[in-house]
């Protein structure tokens, strides 16, 4: 990450990580709505079961009705009609049984799917993106005053890589000692730029 920073500057790398996090919840967020209307094609046998059990099961019943206005024997002919209409009411129930199933399992499976990569990502950079925002709020906070940029100036000789001190001179330590307004100003605006920001 400290040679991909010492090529772009900080702010930049921030945009391109948040793009990333951006695409990357994008991309899973679609696989798994594409994933759950896959799935739930498996639940056309069960729509084409319960259409034809409920159609059935009407044609039979209202066969049955029928049968049963015949005089004297209608109500013996009614009842396998009845008890045929009752089974193919079973088989529709069934069906649509099969499609609950298959509603139930491919919502899991979407949420599944988009859930844990989001999550993998969103806590490794959600700590980060949080800790660099109070780091740059303060930092925005304080370069106003001259206090605040001799305090920056302390955190660069502090936290900055020796290679980036020794370009602003042999004895930054010593100009920063004697609070030399040039060494300062350059201290500070180093640690502001290693935050994203630039000194005002």
């Known amino acids: 990450m400290?040679?991909?920073?010492?090529?772009f500057p900080r702010f930049?790398?921030?945009?391109?990580?948040?793009?990333?996090?951006?695409?990357?919840?994008?991309?899973?967020?679609?696989?798994?709505?594409w994933l759950q209307d896959q799935v739930q094609k498996l639940g056309v046998p069960g729509q084409k079961l319960e259409g034809a059990g409920s159609a059935l099961a009407d044609n039979l019943a209202d066969a049955g009705s029928k049968v049963g206005r015949v005089p004297l024997v209608g109500d013996e002919l009614t009842a396998p009609f009845e008890k045929a209409a009752g089974a193919a009411r079973?088989?529709?129930?069934?069906?649509?049984?099969?499609?609950?199933?298959?509603?139930?399992?491919?919502?899991?499976?979407?949420?599944?799917?988009?859930?844990?990569?989001?999550l993998f990502v969103l806590l490794f950079w959600l700590p980060l993106r949080i800790r660099w925002v109070r780091r740059a709020s303060a930092?925005?906070?304080?370069?106003?005053?001259?206090?605040?940029?001799?305090l920056?100036?302390?955190?660069?000789?502090?936290?900055q890589p020796l290679s980036k001190l020794a370009k602003l001179g042999p004895?930054?330590?010593?100009?920063?000692?004697?609070?030399?307004?040039?060494?300062?100003e350059a201290l500070a605006a180093l640690e502001l730029k290693s935050l994203g920001l630039r000194q005002r």
């Open 90 to 118: 079973s088989v529709a129930e069934a069906g649509q049984s099969q499609q609950d199933v298959v509603g139930d399992l491919a919502l899991a499976l979407a949420v599944i799917t988009a859930v844990l990569p989001i």
């Open 171 to 184: 004895d930054v330590a010593e100009s920063w000692r004697r609070s030399d307004d040039s060494t300062v």
């Open 139 to 150: 930092a925005s906070r304080v370069r106003k005053s001259a206090a605040g940029r001799d």
């Open 2 to 7: 400290k040679i991909y920073a010492d090529r």
């Open 12 to 33: 930049l790398l921030q945009v391109l990580t948040d793009l990333f996090v951006i695409a990357w919840v994008y991309f899973w967020i679609r696989g798994a709505l």
């Open 152 to 159: 920056l100036a302390l955190r660069a000789l502090a936290t």
